[in-house]
């Protein structure tokens, strides 16, 4: 197993890389992935720390935030969804003009 510092070093590494996508990509899909990225990397990090320190309790932790982040999901793209359904464009940019 690895040290503590190359887990905080790769779940850096992965919320990077979902920041970026948030920041960068217009497509509403996409920014949704890239929220989850950087919640999968908060998560590593808190599952890192939690067997370094040897404590249990933040590995039951991390399964409530997992099935957050699933509802998250879910409701995000039901979301999208039915946003798609009344304008067929998934740019990110053009939901903040729609006049329902």
């Known amino acids: 197993m690895g040290s503590l510092n190359a887990y ?5 590494v992965l919320f990077s890389i979902g920041a ?3 920041l960068i990509r217009r497509n ?6 890239c929220i989850e990225i ?3 990397a908060g998560i590593l990090a808190l599952v890192a720390g939690g067997i370094a320190h040897g404590q249990v309790a933040t ?3 991390v399964l409530f935030v997992m099935m957050v982040a699933a509802a998250e999901a879910s409701v995000g793209l039901a979301i999208i969804t039915t946003v798609f359904r ?3 464009e998934v740019d990110v940019d053009s939901y903040s003009t729609i006049k329902w």
């Open 86 to 88: 009344r304008h067929p």
């Open 8 to 12: 905080l070093a790769l779940s850096a």
């Open 20 to 22: 970026v996508g948030v």
């Open 38 to 40: 950087m919640l999968n």
């Open 28 to 33: 509403a899909i996409v920014v949704l992935m």
């Open 59 to 61: 590995q039951v932790m």
